[in-house]
């Protein structure tokens, strides 16, 4: 079974500083399938990448997925006050478990 | 629009049961894997299971010790989780999500859609 690795744990960054958030997987992910969600305070999660590239619809393009094999990277390029969230990869695709990562919270200064 | 909605979360005793239930709408139901995802207080998304999209089979997180049923009802858009033997470890937010695909390939996808999740708290 593969386990994800998200780091850092916490990131504290500035309006308009870019975020980089990684997740690394024990073995490597069948076909890229990779997912990210963001989890704002006191929400639901929500699909913001999938295949570890593709943004899903109507999430805007300074959030962008990239990786392959075991390690993949959910980057932001301005952050913005609304970004403060948790965000998660997740492992999907030919069998279950749909394995989570541990998650990376962003904090702004 | 999608819709799942949650209910039946309560306070139980250890060793208690509970039945958890997602009504669902906006979609063709009978057509989609469907996955139970849960979040103790604090702490990050645990998945829990997930049943095919013709009930026909469903599968558990191993740390679960087989004392979860995922079960669904396509006649009536709804989904369920029987929750037996219940542990204080067990306390959390438990949501319903719906896979992106519809068919058998994609039973174990991404989700694209998430309920609002129902409150379970196991405690004496």
């Known amino acids: 079974e593969i386990v994800l690795t998200q780091s850092p744990g916490t990131l504290s960054l500035s309006p308009g500083e870019r975020a980089t958030l990684s997740c690394r997987a024990s073995e490597s992910v069948t076909s890229d399938f990779i997912a990210w969600y963001q989890q704002k305070p006191g929400q639901t999660p929500r699909l913001l990448i999938y295949g570890a590239s593709t943004r899903a619809t109507g999430i805007p393009d300074r959030f962008s997925g990239s990786g392959s094999g075991t390690d993949f990277t959910l980057t932001i390029s301005r952050l913005q006050p609304e970004d403060l969230a948790v965000y998660y990869c997740?492992?999907?695709?030919?069998?279950?478990?749909?394995?989570f990562g541990g998650g990376t919270k962003i904090e702004i200064k | 629009e999608v819709q799942l909605v949650e209910s039946g979360g309560d306070v139980v005793q250890p060793g208690g049961s509970l039945r958890l239930s997602c009504a669902t709408s906006g979609f063709n139901f009978d057509d989609y894997a469907m996955h139970w995802v849960r979040q103790a207080p604090g702490k990050g998304l645990e998945w829990v299971g997930l049943v095919t999209w013709d009930a026909g089979t469903a599968f558990y997180a191993d740390s679960l010790g087989g004392r979860f049923t995922i079960s669904r009802d396509n006649s009536k858009n709804s989904l369920y989780l029987q929750l037996d033997g219940l542990r204080p470890e067990d306390t959390a937010l438990y949501y319903c999500?719906?896979?992106?695909?519809?068919?058998?390939?994609?039973?174990?996808?991404?989700?694209?859609?998430w309920g609002q999740g129902t409150l379970v708290t196991v405690s004496s």
């Open positions: 999500a719906k896979v992106a695909k519809s068919g058998s390939y994609y039973t174990t996808y991404y989700f694209d859609s």
């Open positions: 997740q492992q999907y695709g030919d069998a279950p478990p749909n394995i």
